[in-house]
């Protein structure tokens, strides 16, 4: 069995910095167009109001595929992005 190559430090710093603000951008992306289509920021599970248990999986679903798709496209090219700048041993 082949052995894994290892990811330097760095390549694992700059990898979860890059996801982590794409997971941001994600976010933001998402209340910016729900706003714009709604009035209102989208709900979450702990606010209180008048939200619709409907709107509020909806909100979640929207913001968590956005989230989880962004963060998965980041840590794809920054590994990418470590091959090719010789980052990993």
Known sequence: M?????TPMLAKIVGLATAAAA???A???INQTWKAARGHKPPKAEDPGDSQLAEILVAAA???AAVAVAR???TRGTARFAVKSDLTD
């Open 72 to 74: 998965a496209l980041a």
């Open 62 to 64: 929207l913001s968590g």
């Open 23 to 25: 997971a941001w951008l």
């Open 2 to 6: 082949a052995a894994k190559p290892s």
């Open 27 to 29: 976010n933001q992306a």
